[in-house]
């Protein structure tokens, strides 16, 4: 119980019991899990069948519409709630569309003056043929959306639901290998300015951790795929340049246990570590932006920004990665205070 | 600096000089070369100029993958101590950059002359894929020379080689492919791609640079 010396471990595991027990338990921000039909026509009166997801419907005042742009909206007529998470709503859709094209794409939104409001992205409004004279419903742009004080709650985000805390292991984890193996970059640099062994340990230890923690990624990335996107593996670029990249760390392993030579196994690693690290900027920063890609931040998307993280994700991923890095360090030190103690026996026994 | 390019130049000279004494071992390069276009040519019946793309950049791969070992090989260990106190070592990962990438460079034009020969595709662009092949073959040099140099002081060194450099050049030898298919579809550059590959000809070169020093040390 060194609290002088081990600080950064207690750091770590007080970062990663908060990343669990928080990541895990804080509910989801109340969402709209399906609409009875997605696709409504023009002139008509529609009756929707809603189910919520977190939602409290009896609570509060509730309010929807359909909003096509900021000031061209419509009010239901009729807000019914059977339970905290059905509801029925009533639209009657207005003859002209403002956009004058045949297929509109437009958002439902439920507002709540207590709970804020959540949002439905895929209605479309197809332009029929008939005119409804009886029809007076207009596009209008009274409504407004309440805000509500901030709450410890993660968004509601439509195809992730509650994946979306795969964020804090997923991730954090990638960003976590991303630093070790930036210090185990610095580590075999160390040794080619200085041939000292430990320098050596040190840089073989960050990066085996770190091809552990890759194929943890690729695990959890695999899991998290199966939910959203369907597979378990795609053809997606990123997927592929993270396979060769982690290839290019297998070989690093290779190559340290093909050479019997202490010394010029520690060289010829060191100088390939730094060789791979350099050859995979391009792999993983580069040519994933330049293609398309499911994944965010490639293919013109972009990574962290407002629509993928907001500030309540980010109170628990920066304290992920911090946590999971420290973790990663943790376990190198204890596989190089292993190595040093071989050598010690090592050591001994030649003398002797 | 003018230095620096007369002792690259005569480095240069000098593995070319060896390479035409010991003729037997381009003659295997060339035979290789002959005999994958003959097998190409009888093997199958018809093909396209865009299957002929793919097929002409994993023969790049495979062939440089055999012959960059060679670079580092012919060097006898009296001649390269004396080559040790006469240049430096940037002088040495230079010309064998140029080296690999000139062997490269002969063995796929072989290559793309015998199947231009042999299958006569229509419309082929053959100047820009010239181009396309030398910037590519730099950049597959650029990634096999450091490791060549590193597998030397290993036992098995064509396994070892392969294990090494593979995994760095097959995106490389991808977006040379898409490149050249879209040469041939299109008849157009695509410009990332481009970008790309001199990228990271930079950083690969640069670092080979910087760190064959410490290699050759020992």
């Known amino acids: 119980m060194n609290l002088k010396k081990n600080w950064w471990k207690y750091i770590g595991i007080i970062c990663l019991i908060y990343t669990v027990t928080a990541g895990l338990l804080v509910p989801l921000k109340p969402g709209i899990l399906e609409v009875s039909e997605s696709r409504l026509y023009s002139g008509s009166t529609v009756s929707l069948d809603i189910i919520g997801y977190n939602t409290h419907f009896l609570d509060g005042r509730y309010s929807a519409f359909i909003r096509m742009e900021k000031d061209k909206q419509i009010k239901s007529s009729i807000f019914k709630a059977q339970d905290n998470q059905r509801a029925s709503l009533l639209f009657e859709i207005p003859n002209d569309m403002p956009s004058g094209s045949k297929v509109t794409d437009v958002t439902l939104v439920i507002n709540n003056t207590k709970h804020g409001y959540s949002i439905y992205p895929n209605l479309r409004i197809l332009k029929s043929k008939n005119h409804n004279d009886e029809n007076k419903a207009q596009w209008t742009n009274l409504m407004n959306v309440s805000e509500v004080g901030w709450k410890f709650a993660f968004p509601y985000r439509n195809i992730l639901i509650e994946t979306i805390r795969n964020t804090f292991f997923h991730v954090a984890i990638w960003m976590a290998q991303f630093v070790l193996l930036t210090i185990a970059l610095i580590y075999s640099i160390f040794y080619l300015r200085k041939a000292k062994s430990i320098y050596d340990h040190n840089a073989a230890a960050f990066t085996y951790i770190s091809i552990v923690f890759g194929v943890i990624g690729v695990i959890s990335g695999s899991l998290w795929a199966r939910f959203t996107w369907g597979t378990f593996w795609t053809n997606d670029v990123k997927l592929n340049m993270v396979a060769i990249s982690m290839m290019i760390y297998l070989a690093y392993g290779i190559l340290r246990s093909s050479i019997d030579d202490i010394d010029k196994k520690a060289k010829s690693s060191a100088i390939y570590n730094i060789f791979a690290f350099c050859a995979m900027i391009p792999l993983i920063m580069i040519i994933p932006r330049l293609t398309d890609s499911l994944h965010p931040g490639n293919g013109g998307n972009p990574a962290f920004g407002n629509d993928d993280m907001d500030n309540t994700l980010r109170m628990v991923f920066y304290p992920a990665i911090i946590g999971l890095a420290l973790l990663g360090g943790w376990i190198a030190q204890i596989v190089v205070r292993v190595k040093k103690v071989e050598e010690k026996i090592i050591n001994e026994a030649l003398n002797d | ?218």
Not at chain 2, 23 to 37: A, D, H, T
Not at chain 2, 93 to 111: E, M, T
Not at chain 2, 142 to 170: E, H, K, Q, Y
């Open chain 2, 1 to 218: 600096m003018n230095l620096h390019f007369q002792k690259i130049i005569a480095l240069l000279t000098l593995d070319i000089k060896t390479e035409y004494r010991n003729k037997y071992e381009s003659y295997g390069l060339f035979l290789f070369v002959i005999i994958v276009s003959y097998i190409l040519y009888r093997g199958t019946e018809t093909m396209d100029a865009f299957s002929f793309n793919s097929i002409f950049w994993v023969f790049i791969l495979v062939m440089s993958s055999n012959f960059a070992l060679r670079a580092f090989t012919k060097t006898k260990e009296e001649e390269s101590l004396y080559l040790y106190h006469v240049v430096s070592p940037y002088h040495i990962i230079i010309s064998k950059l140029i080296y690999n990438w000139f062997f490269i460079f002969i063995g796929g034009i072989l290559f793309l002359f015998l199947g231009l020969l042999f299958h006569s595709f229509e419309g082929f662009p053959f100047g820009s894929f010239l181009i396309l092949l030398g910037v590519g073959s730099l950049c597959i040099s650029s990634t096999f020379s450091l490791p060549s140099a590193l597998v030397l002081t290993s036992s098995n060194r064509g396994t070892l080689l392969g294990i090494l450099s593979f995994p760095i050049s097959i995106p490389l030898i991808l977006v040379c492919t898409s490149m050249g298919g879209q040469l041939i579809t299109e008849q157009s550059w695509n410009m990332n791609g481009l970008s790309l590959l001199f990228s990271t000809i930079l950083i690969m070169s640069t670092v080979s640079l910087y760190l064959f020093k410490y290699n050759w040390q020992s």
